[in-house]
């Protein structure tokens, strides 16, 4: 049984649904304001791992960036006050309606991906007769030990422009008259713990830059994204990254030139640890070689689990029988709605509360409608 949660005052509230600990959020930004201001770093919160209008008023507070990867991130975040100079947008394949949106609203840079997509920017900024702040965003080829399927700064990788295309595309951006060259763009994975990655993509970045100060062209901005992994296996032990480290690595990393600014995009590790989705226990289903929990969140409230194999703790937070192994699975009609095997909890039963932690990042965001079912809500611990 845990303390952590208000486990008597969930039993009101219709389950399946979120639940943000707003104190940690707050701590939890405290931490890398403090940590990212010792050395000016410009922080932009990536929005597409928490939307929730509330996450966000907290980060606003905190005079955060956004990066986002759509159109409607973009929208999102102008609805919700942050300033226009203080967004950037990423992603593979913008819509021409998501390019000029941004160029309308005036955002802070767009992180290009490919110079089919520049010269799709130079047009819409060419007929609308108004210059575009860019930043190329350069695969690094730096291995980041996590998933697979969050690696993305490798050569085999969609993102980015391959470090063989570089020198094509400056050549390219500087015959482009509505084009500016801000700075240079990475983002090598996410779900990082080895902070070594990092100090890898210190080492590219120093090399890149000497190659522009070699052509004589000035970046403004160095964006390294995010990345920074958070502690699924022990979110009570560890709520807050290691932020100080993090930062530290690229401040003594990354040889900066005079005037220039580190820009930083930091999703999961910002909202990661504050959400957790509480569920309730349906039926205890004895199986053949274990017994199956079953619960009434699924991969429609949490599909990380089964998109990436991804591991969250579950807690039994209203149970203090003596430990039993289960099987906790979702009610969604696919084998893969699966949140754990063999996983040691109390004796569980019928109603029990079940808190799925670390649910804070890529959660809510990915909840789906799939089988009918209806969204999660949200509740916060300062609302409870
Ligand atoms: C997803 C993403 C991020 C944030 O990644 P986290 O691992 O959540 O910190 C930053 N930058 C870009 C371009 C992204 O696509």
Redesign the pocket.
């Known amino acids: 049984m845990s303390n952590y949660f208000p486990a008597e005052k969930f039993k009101s509230i219709p389950t399946p649904f979120y639940f943000y600990d707003m104190g940690l959020l707050e701590q939890t930004l405290q931490k890398v304001k403090s940590e990212s201001d010792k050395y000016n770093f410009v922080v932009h919160y990536?929005i597409?791992?928490n939307a929730n209008d509330r996450i966000l008023e907290r980060i606003r507070e905190y005079g955060m960036g956004v990066?986002c990867?759509s159109g409607f991130e973009v929208k999102k975040a102008l609805d919700m006050g942050f300033p226009a100079q203080g967004i950037v947008f990423?992603g593979v394949g913008k819509a021409d309606w998501e390019i000029e949106m941004g160029i309308d609203n005036n955002i802070a840079c767009f992180?290009v991906e490919s110079t089919a997509e520049l010269d799709v920017i130079n047009e819409i900024a060419t007929r609308k007769n108004q210059k575009v702040k860019v930043a190329m965003r350069i695969n690094p080829n730096v291995k980041a030990n996590t998933h697979k399927y969050i690696t993305t700064g490798l050569d085999e990788n969609k993102f980015g422009i391959h470090q063989m295309d570089v020198e094509k595309t400056v050549d390219a951006i500087t015959k482009m008259d509505f084009i500016n060259l801000e700075g240079i763009h990475f983002?090598i994975g996410?779900?990082i713990m080895d902070l070594s990655s990092f100090s890898a993509l210190c080492e590219r970045v120093n090399e890149i830059q000497d190659w522009f100060e070699e052509k004589g062209i000035a970046l403004k901005t160095i964006n390294v994204?995010?990345?920074?992994g958070i502690d699924y296996n022990k979110p009570a032990e560890n709520p807050i990254p290691d932020f100080e480290n993090y930062f530290r690595i690229f401040s003594e990393g990354i040889k900066l030139r005079p005037g220039q600014e580190i820009h930083f995009?930091?999703?999961?590790?910002v909202v990661g640890q504050c959400g957790n989705l509480i569920s309730k226990v349906l039926y205890v289903k004895e199986g053949v070689k274990t017994n199956f929990a079953i619960i009434d969140g699924g991969m429609t409230d949490l599909i990380r689990p089964a998109l990436y194999q991804a591991y969250h703790k579950i807690e039994n937070i209203t149970s203090n029988g003596s430990e039993e192994k289960y099987d906790v699975v979702g009610p969604i009609c696919e084998s893969s709605d699966s949140f754990g095997k063999d996983i040691e909890l109390p004796k569980t039963s019928r109603g029990d509360l079940m808190a799925i932690r670390s649910a804070g990042?890529y959660g809510e965001v990915m909840v789906s409608r799939y089988n009918l079912r209806e969204e999660p809500k949200a509740y916060y611990s300062d609302q409870l």
């Not at 994204?225 to 920074?228: D, F, I, K, R």
């Not at 995009?265 to 590790?269: N, T, V, W, Y």
């Open positions: 990536a597409k791992a990066d990867v990423a992180n983002h996410s779900q994204g995010g990345g920074l995009e930091l999703g999961r590790s990042a």
